[in-house]
């Protein structure tokens, strides 16, 4: 059975860092295409930052220079290292596996960003 267990949201103030976690377990990770999204209350889920098996990475154009996504294929995880966070940073944050067919998300963890 998959299981996605994301970490790390909370509040935090205008211009300062989180570091989100996703660790996973039923799956060869190391095999998975990686993602973070977000979903802000009445807004569409929007992709935050993906990395592939190679490694390769892309932004959400919100987010770059700001965030970095990052993966540990012996600890079966992923993060996001999310830093001068705005307001507008304020969401649900979900972390996706992806792999041909398969698909699994976690569970999704609150940011937010206030003052």
């Known amino acids: 059975q998959v299981q996605l267990v994301e970490s790390g949201g909370g509040l935090v103030q205008p211009g300062g860092s989180l570091r989100l976690s996703c660790a996973a377990s039923g799956i060869i990770f190391s095999g998975y295409d990686l993602a973070w999204y977000r979903q802000a209350p009445g807004k569409q889920r929007e992709l935050v930052a993906g990395i592939t098996v190679g490694g390769s990475t892309n932004y959400g154009d919100s987010v770059k220079g700001r965030f970095t996504i990052s993966r540990d294929n012996a600890k079966k995880s992923v993060y996001l290292q999310m830093n001068s966070l705005k307001p507008e940073d304020t969401a649900v944050y979900y972390c996706?596996?992806?792999?041909?067919?398969?698909?699994?998300w976690g569970q999704g963890t609150q940011v937010t960003v206030s003052s």
């Open positions: 996706k596996v992806s792999f041909s067919m398969y698909v699994h």
